[in-house]
């Protein structure tokens, strides 16, 4: 059974300017975050997860 802990997450635009940063509480190895990006303009963003052990970036491509 995994501990508690807090990740952060932080939205870039491709500038990189943050746009969006939240941090949550998770109690699972595995947990699902939803994130509003109805908001965000068509393009290139960044998506940045941090936890205590490790960090993640990740490109991502709004469509509409």
């Given at each position: 059974?995994?501990?508690?802990?807090?990740?952060?997450?932080?939205?870039?635009?491709i500038t990189g300017?943050?746009?969006?940063?939240?941090?949550?509480?998770?109690?699972?190895?595995?947990?699902?975050?939803?994130?509003?990006?109805a908001y965000l303009d068509k393009g290139f963003y960044f998506i940045s997860v941090y936890s205590q052990q490790s960090y993640i970036t990740m490109k991502i491509n709004i469509l509409r």
């Open positions: 059974n995994a501990k508690s802990h807090e990740v952060l997450i932080e939205l870039f635009d300017k943050m746009l969006h940063r939240v941090s949550h509480e998770i109690n699972s190895d595995k947990e699902t975050l939803h994130l509003n990006m």
